[in-house]
């Protein structure tokens, strides 16, 4: 793509599409491109029209991961990255690929080519991962005598056996697609992941945005969350989705056999 944006946002309709922007560099993760998707995620999450998010890589990778030399050549950012925002939980790293899990809309990864690192990690914060068969993924950290580090182990213990996580964190042995799928490191392997996401987030922008967050939300929560816990946060996000007034819309529309015509999401519910 001819721009120096490091990354693109375009919209279609309801749907907004990201794009990694340094294809002459496999799309590595260096400061630009950090500081620009968490700026862009900040942005989408406030958009209360929003209904999917796509992201992806230009040039021939997703993302080849973390731009070593360029981030060591600035120290002091990297060091002041390096802290812990209390309110959030997360250092700069971290947060560059979980501000994707922050999002109240479905985030769809489209991945080819290499998508190694810190890229894989951003991927694995996605809530679905459409790859290439021959895509090339690996938890690189390994190679250069580090863990991952950008949110990633939280990922894997929601994807992975804990022997399977520990196998590929420990080696950084490369995946293709296929083998992703089958270790169910990524949601399904196609020839063309742009066109599948967007199938995918048209898919999805039928249903109720309140619904979908709310589902988002609830999951995620009790991934870890004790019975008693969990329960209550379905009864908290349920009650939530009842008041709002997407879900009569949906009630209408079924009951009259039409498609539905949704509001705004409620912005601010979870």
Not at 46 to 60: E, N, Q, Y
Not at 91 to 108: D, M
Not at 204 to 233: C, H, M, Y
């Amino acid at each position: 793509m001819i721009t120096d944006t490091p990354v693109l946002v375009t919209r279609d309709g309801d749907i907004a599409r990201v794009t990694l922007n340094r294809p002459d560099k496999h799309n590595a993760l260096n400061v630009e491109v950090m500081t620009s998707l968490l700026r862009t995620a900040r942005t989408l999450r406030r958009d209360r029209d929003l209904r999917a998010v796509i992201v992806h890589g230009a040039g021939p990778s997703f993302c080849s991961g973390l731009d070593f030399p360029q981030v060591t050549r600035r120290p002091g950012w990297a060091l002041r990255a390096f802290v812990t925002r209390a309110a959030r939980g997360t250092n700069v790293f971290q947060e560059v690929c979980w501000a994707w899990r922050r999002l109240p809309v479905p985030v769809i990864a489209a991945i080819h080519g290499s998508c190694f690192g810190g890229g894989l990690q951003l991927a694995l914060a996605a809530d679905f991962r459409l790859a290439t068969p021959d895509s090339r993924l690996s938890i690189l950290e390994a190679k250069w005598g580090l863990i991952p580090d950008m949110s990633g182990s939280v990922a894997l213990r929601e994807l992975l056996p804990i022997d399977q996580a520990k196998l590929l964190a420990m080696t950084g042995r490369t995946l293709s697609g296929d083998d992703a799928l089958a270790l169910h490191l990524v949601t399904a392997v196609v020839d063309d992941p742009i066109a599948a996401a967007d199938q995918l987030a048209a898919e999805l922008a039928t249903r109720s945005p309140d619904a979908v967050a709310a589902t988002k939300e609830l999951l995620q929560s009790n991934q870890v969350a004790d019975e008693a816990e969990a329960f209550r946060t379905e009864r908290r996000l349920q009650a939530k989705v009842l008041l709002g007034p997407n879900q009569r819309i949906a009630l209408k529309a079924n009951a009259k056999k039409q498609p539905p015509r949704f509001g705004r999401r409620l912005f601010g519910m979870w």
